[in-house]
């Protein structure tokens, strides 16, 4: 049965849907000076084999499946999507323009699981040199120029472990400070820069302190992370706020002087999916402290985290379980509410403390506040700039519609699938794409989360994670799959 979608694009437009976000005090803050909340899924088709520096791939590198994911992704209400893998040297002008007219922005992974491309997470001095630097400078040219890059991740869960913990911090801090030194020379706006962690409470904690402190407390310090991200999968099923642990969370961060999120959420212990966190992430108290959160993530993998699955031999994509679950959740929600509040007159949130190794609590902990110095060469290229130089820019956007077939559950084709492109200033939202498609209480648990012979099943195999509430030690992430540098980083390709 075909089920018609509504949505057919009248006219050309520019992408320019979305504008710059802010950091206003401790939350994102919208043109309107409206505190923003991401809603997010984690993006990267294929998994691991997404990206191909041999071939120009990675995933924002071919419009024509931006346009059928942008379009998919409008429908269950994202405003954001996080990318792990990137290649500098592709141009993302039309992947980069068709989520700006869809209302998507952009969070951006500096790191790539190249020789070259990551800070190991065991002697870290070993790759904290300047081949190294100038990819991370590379990626920030590729992508500043578009109005919808929201922020950069300089890091992702390279302190994994009281091993890491012992020899990292400082070099983190000081690819984190390298990264803001070029955005501020080189960028014509502040794109936000920052780390995401890994949810192991025995370092979460000390991780926030030691990125997010201010050296002489002043909260221009290039090297103290503009925002702070953990990867958290404590909430599994029906849990609650004190058996996830979220209120610690919550308790931790409650005094932050930098937005703080979700770079990855969504316990996959419990099949299918409820999503029941949803609730609680965008609830009042959470998201006083919180600004949202990213689902891990868009495509079915070896993992079993996928809302799509997507055939690698024609690229069509059929909606899953979750996708179903996960969007009823969002319809749950008053998103003008969530959204519509005004931010506090600036330089009235908390202040950053001033760094000292007092704010760290595990011994185990480098504490250490004096960073390495540049690694040669370094200096010339923050003064003149990566060359050859990436260049980016938004783009008219002429097509909305997609050329892939989308499927329902059940298998029915969803017609005219196409991005409905928003006004100037306008973020995507929950019910802002309204096409028809299957209602979820159509949807059986067998059009779950399995994956095929034809789905893209390249990412690696997923660690068991293990829900954990208050003082849990370890909670194995999947990001493992998705360009975890941390456990990977320095593995010879």
Known sequence: MLIQSTLIALSATLAAAVKPLTVKNQFFVDPNDNIFQIVGVAYQPGGSAGYNAALGKDPLSDGDICRRDAAILQILGVNTIRVY????????????????????????????????????????WESYYDTYVNRTFAVVEAFKNYDNTLAFFSGNEVINDASSAGQVPPYMRAVTRDIKNYVAKHCDRKIPVGYSAADVRDVLFDSFEYFTCAEDGKSDDPSRADIFALNSYSWCGNSDMQKSGYNDLVEGFSNTSVPVFYSEYGCNEVKPRAFTEVGAIYGKDFSAVFSGGIVYEYTEEENSYGLVSVNTKDQSVTLLKDFYTLKEQFAKLDWKKIQGVKSAKDGSGPKPPKCDSKLIKSKDFDGNFTLPAM?????????????????????????????????????????????????????????????????????????????????????????????????????????VAMGAFAIFAGLAL
Do not use: R, W
């Open 375 to 479: 690694p040669p060469n370094v200096p010339k290229i923050l003064a003149n700039g990566v060359s050859p130089k990436p260049s980016g820019k938004l783009i008219e956007v002429t097509n909305f519609k997609s050329k892939y077939t989308v499927k329902n559950a059940d298998g029915s084709v969803i017609s005219d699938l196409a991005i409905k492109p928003l006004s100037n200033d306008e973020s995507n939202s929950p019910g802002t794409n309204d096409a028809k498609i299957q209602s979820s209480g159509s949807v059986s648990s067998s059009s779950g989360n399995s994956t095929s012979s034809d789905s893209s099943s390249d990412s690696e195999a997923n660690t068991k994670n293990t829900s954990g509430a208050a003082g849990s030690a370890v909670m194995t992430l999947p990001a």
């Open 85 to 124: 893998n990137l290649n500098p040297d592709v141009n993302h002008d039309e992947c980069a323009s068709i989520f700006n007219a869809a209302g998507i922005y952009m969070i951006l992974d500096v790191n790539s699981p190249q020789v070259a491309g990551s800070l190991q997470n065991y002697n870290p």
